[in-house]
């Protein structure tokens, strides 16, 4: 199985408070990993390294390896924009801009220099398609983005995202504020995305990472304690604290 993203000896402190302790995994393409543990943890921190997200906070200081496609992405020349436009994330909340549907999916190719009608318009209905979307917009494309429904905005913020052509999506619990039904969509579309995208998701829902993850990495306070098949994780675990947070004896 090839790999994605490669990360050798992982350490993250803000200020003297070590966040993650010497990480090594592989993040297989095409595939869905989903990392779970209890809150703290340190798992959206980990996410967050792997598209550079945590340079925004001024006193975090990072050690060790994160490979994308064969390149250290902390390499001092590192064009940042670029590899967040290769390796793009959704948040927590929906977070549409305050602006059409249209206008919101069109933003980014825009910003990376895309000025022909007729490949905005194109990019539109294959990014909502490729959110599962284009059926319940298509007559409203102009409409604000904010008289969505919240399962509605969260797939647009993916299909904003899928419209500027990244190669692995980050997704840190992307259904947390969502309804059981448009989570219910959100998981259907991660099966369907896996044929053209990595995707790396934080859950704290165990059930998801069952049902939408092919691997799944357990972390307990910075540090990862296992990565292995989502079905050994929840079936056969290695490690008895994998077993006792998946058993639910803390957590």
């Known amino acids: 199985m090839e790999n994605a993203i490669a990360i050798k000896n992982l350490c993250l402190y803000y200020g003297e408070h070590q966040a993650l302790k010497n990480i090594n995994m592989d993040i297989p393409r095409n595939r869905v990993t989903a990392f779970i543990g209890p809150s703290g943890c340190g798992k959206s921190t980990f996410l967050r390294t792997l598209n550079r997200m945590n340079d925004l ?49 069109v933003y980014g190719p825009k910003i990376h220099g895309e000025t022909n009608k007729k490949i905005l318009d194109e990019l ?47 997704m840190d619990e992307p259904c947390s ?50 990565c292995n098949e989502t079905k050994v994780i929840f079936t056969n675990p290695r490690d008895q604290r994998t077993e006792d947070y998946i058993t639910g004896r803390f957590g």
């Open 57 to 105: 906070i001024e006193t975090v200081r990072i050690t060790g390896n994160v490979s994308v496609d064969g390149q250290d992405i902390y390499k001092p020349k590192t064009d940042v924009v670029d590899l967040r436009k290769k390796v793009g994330m959704v948040f927590q909340r929906p977070n549409p801009f305050q602006m059409s549907i249209y206008d919101n999916i």
């Open 124 to 170: 539109v209905e294959k990014s909502l398609k490729g959110a599962a979307l284009w059926n319940e917009v298509k007559d409203r494309l102009h409409s604000s983005a904010m008289g969505l429904s919240g399962g509605q905005q969260q797939r647009l913020c993916i299909a904003r995202l899928l419209a500027v052509e990244p190669e692995i999506l980050l």
């Open 177 to 226: 504020a969502l309804d059981p039904i448009s989570t219910m969509k959100i998981e259907e579309l991660l099966s369907e995305l896996k044929e053209l995208y990595t995707i790396v998701i934080v859950t704290h829902n165990m059930q998801q990472a069952a049902r939408a993850a092919d691997m799944t990495a357990f972390f307990l306070l910075g540090e990862m304690v296992e």
